[in-house]
């Protein structure tokens, strides 16, 4: 019996999903497992595994459309069966509850606006009347066409990822102007303002670190420290194993966990009605994208070799920089590190990520002069700054916590033997 293909949530934080490909057409079979579409998520691209085995009847979301959590992309059954039966009930639905995707149908120009974006890709020769004359030969979206009017570019220049090289809405966002042609046109609003609409992960970013900056009392604690020594070790340890080339965030990802070790309540959470001590010491790294950050998860550091921890954290990001992380791989995070120093930033303070109580922002490594044995000499300084939740962390228990990582990091050995 026919049935609705509803979006799933894919992810923990997810209310949208854009239909980024469908891998199966109209009138194909598939089997429970197989891979139906992928979904772009508030965090990463994830696959639609087939809930059973049917055939695909009806596609509802088309490639670039959006459908919230619980509302049907598509309709799947036996062979031959009638649909329509199905179609009438989603429309009774459609109109009888807000439209999710309400937001995108005020964007797009009034002349346009009557038009489903979803609807619209599946019968392209509605549109044409509606169309100016010069860019009737470029198939492009209502939307996608409004956002690259607000923002001066040539919808020529913009290559189509939708159905039939189709310009859709993130073709236009993702479209960056260093990729144009040296016989691209100046933008006539060269210096007027751009009004860049929201993605589905910019709003849940908002989201999270707005609840998190604003509902957790946080509190800073900043200390310098000689990477002299973590440097030389990191050093003699390539030198020894000259396969295993190491990362320097590995390691205080790593000196960061034995710290942890030692000082268990700052790799702590707060709950409405007690405190979380985590039995395991998962940290997570940031890591920026181009249209956001997220914190990909090295999982119970505490029991992982340097070269393991490394090993993780390489994949981890090479995933993160391709949306390709799983929920379980970006969630849980214990503890953080944000990592400017390549970026030449000296210090900044970081927000707390859910659902641990502290982050570590670490800056560039600059030599600077500092005192030893009342001698002045030029040492790699690098500017630590721990963010804690006060309901969890106290003042002296972070100080402890900086104190035992500074020590960590200014000899490793003290940490790993």
């Not at 062979?79 to 459609?94: F, M, T, V």
């Not at 189509?160 to 859709?168: A, F, T």
């Not at 030449?344 to 927000?351: P, Q």
Request: negative net charge; aromatic residues 4%.
């Amino acid at each position: 019996m026919a049935d609705k293909l509803l979006m799933i949530a894919l992810s923990p934080t997810m209310e949208k999903g854009t239909i980024h490909t469908w891998h199966v057409k109209e009138g194909d079979a598939f089997s429970t497992g197989d891979i139906l579409c992928d979904v772009e998520t508030d965090k990463t691209t994830m696959e639609y595994e087939s809930p059973e085995d049917a055939i695909l009847l009806k596609i509802l979301v088309n490639e670039g459309g959006q459908a919230s959590v619980g509302d049907p992309i598509a309709i799947f059954g036996e062979e031959g069966e009638d649909i329509s039966p199905l179609l009438d009930e989603i429309k009774k639905e459609k109109s009888s509850k807000p439209d999710t995707n309400r937001e995108e149908k005020e964007k797009e120009p009034a002349s346009e606006k009557k038009t489903d974006p979803d609807i619209e890709e599946e019968s392209p020769e509605s549109q044409k009347t509606t169309q100016p004359e010069a860019t009737t030969r470029i198939k492009a979206s209502p939307l996608a066409r409004k956002i690259a009017e607000e923002r001066g570019l040539n919808l020529s220049q913009i290559r189509g990822s939708g159905p039939q090289n189709r310009i859709v809405k993130r073709d236009v966002e993702n479209y960056k102007p260093q990729e144009k042609s040296a016989i691209t046109h100046a933008p006539s609003s060269e210096n007027s303002d751009q009004r860049i609409p929201l993605s589905e992960k910019r709003q849940i970013i908002a989201k999270r670190l707005s609840e998190s900056k604003y509902s957790a009392p946080h509190f800073y604690l900043r200390v310098q420290v000689d990477m002299t020594r973590l440097m030389e070790a990191r050093k003699r340890y390539h030198e020894t194993h000259p396969d295993a080339k190491t990362s320097l965030n590995a390691w205080l990802i790593k000196l960061s966990s034995e710290a942890l070790k030692k000082h268990p309540e700052v790799n702590s959470g707060w709950d409405t009605d007690a405190l979380i001590r985590f039995g395991n010491v998962h940290i997570g790294l940031a890591v920026a994208q181009e249209d956001g950050l997220i914190t990909p998860v090295v999982k119970s550091v505490e029991y992982k070799k340097i070269a393991q921890v490394d090993h993780e954290l390489q994949g981890l990001i090479e995933k993160a920089k391709n949306n390709k992380l799983s929920p379980e791989e970006y969630t849980g995070a214990t503890f953080t590190i944000s990592n400017l120093g390549a970026w030449g930033i000296e210090e900044f303070t970081a927000i707390i990520n859910p659902p641990g109580s502290a982050i570590l922002a670490l800056g560039a490594i600059e030599k600077k002069p500092v005192v030893i044995n009342d001698e002045i000499i030029i040492r790699p300084m690098m500017s630590m700054t721990l963010s804690c939740d006060h309901r969890v962390i106290d003042g002296a228990t972070g100080a402890d916590f900086m104190k035992t990582l500074k020590a960590y990091i200014d000899d490793p050995a003290l940490a790993l033997t």
